[in-house]
């Protein structure tokens, strides 16, 4: 879809508006067709509020958003559709109520797939409405009959914590899938065009994750984890389709590499993000896994921790098992594109990469002070386990 931002006009820019108007963003009087200061506020606090890119621009993940937040449920009929399934802020309430019963609909992340398919014609069929998995006004009177059977915590928090634990601490025979950011035509930011220089070789995000994500499938795959790419050195799949190729492998967790760039040259640091909505949806696991790795990170390079931080990009949201998006380091700040230039360093970033996901796996069971579990003390945890 066509870009919006400030100084904007046309019917586009009205449709923008009125849905602000009607989520609370902006006052009655403001549904104008020009993006003016106003409705550039009100997008950017939209975007905060939904764990997306706040940059007030109106793109299609924005735009797609101010959609899915207008529909209530009760509004319109929800059924699951292969091809192009349902998403909004009224399957959310669906799933969180289907939760809330006791039938596991999966993360509550708005999207109308086969879980919420399956978890909605259970319910169907234990309360005797016809169960053909189609949300109507039959099955919404029965939903609001039955009090809640779950309390004191989030369902799907227990179910991905209790996976983890019976998962058992050993890391051999579980899937990871490693995802490099970007690739093919698609560099990335590079510390040349940030007048970041004197680094031997022009550095471009798409080779630093590439690398990296090497160097850790290399280790992975020597402690028995079964690893998978995302993409081929040479391709940029859109994040959609690198979800659904994390789903079909059945992957336990998935890690997305990119490295970071800003305008400033003082922002540098490492960040980790995770599932986690407004609503409350939360992937307990993937804050945990991206805590764990961002502190083995600093501990062996020195770099700044960013912290953990809850988004809803489409990588997060439409993958099923827990993931988490790494920003290692800006490309734009000389001494984060020092560290990330030299190859003992990256080792050290993949060698963090790895004990983190082992100390997720080990959940604070005999664990080590950060920093001294090294990837040979690993095997030998491993070949011993």
Not at 15 to 37: N, Q
Not at 267 to 294: C, K, P, Y
Request: aromatic share 6%; proline share 4%.
């Amino acid at each position: 879809m066509q870009l919006l931002r400030l100084g904007d006009t046309g019917a586009a820019v009205a449709e923008v508006c009125a849905a602000l108007v009607d989520l609370g963003h902006l006052p009655i009087s403001a549904s104008k067709p020009i993006f003016d200061r106003s409705v550039d506020h009100a997008v950017r606090a939209f975007q905060q509020h939904r764990g997306l890119i706040v940059d007030g621009i109106v793109g299609s993940a924005t735009y797609r958003a101010l959609k899915e937040a207008s529909y209530k449920l009760g509004a319109r009929t929800l059924i699951y559709q292969l091809a192009a399934p349902m998403s909004g802020d009224d399957v959310v309430t669906l799933q969180t109520r289907l939760l809330e019963l006791g039938f596991n609909s999966g993360r509550p992340d708005g999207v109308f797939g086969p879980q919420t398919d399956n978890a909605l014609r259970s319910f169907q069929c234990e309360c005797g409405v016809t169960g053909d998995g189609i949300c109507g006004p039959e099955t919404l009177r029965a939903l609001g009959y039955l009090a809640r059977m779950a309390s004191g915590g989030s369902p799907h928090r227990i179910r991905e914590e209790e996976a983890v634990r019976l998962s058992g601490p050993q890391l051999r025979g579980k899937r990871i899938v490693i995802d490099p950011g970007h690739g093919g035509d698609d560099r990335g930011v590079s510390a040349s065009a940030y007048g970041v220089d004197g680094l031997g070789a022009e550095l471009a995000e798409a080779d630093v994750v590439w690398d990296l994500a090497c160097l850790l499938e290399g280790r992975l795959a020597a402690t028995g984890v079964e690893t998978f790419l995302s993409r081929p050195k040479h391709a940029n799949p859109p994040a959609s389709e690198r979800a659904a190729f994390a789903n079909s492998c059945g992957a336990d967790l998935l890690i997305s590499l990119h490295t970071d760039a800003n305008a400033s040259p003082q922002a540098q640091g490492v960040a980790s993000f995770h599932f986690g909505s407004s609503d409350g949806a939360n992937s307990t696991i993937g804050e945990m896994l991206g805590g764990f790795i961002l502190r083995e990170i600093v501990a062996r390079t020195g770099m700044q921790n960013c912290r953990n931080h809850g988004r809803t990009w489409d990588l997060l949201r439409l993958t099923k098992m827990p993931a988490v998006h790494l920003e290692l380091g800006y490309l734009s700040n000389g001494a984060d594109s020092e560290v990330l230039a030299q190859p003992r360093m990256r080792d050290a970033i993949a060698e963090a990469l790895v004990v983190g996901v082992k100390r997720l796996y080990m959940l604070g069971v005999d664990d080590q002070p950060t920093g001294t579990f090294t990837f040979e003390g690993l095997l030998a945890d491993e070949m011993s386990g």
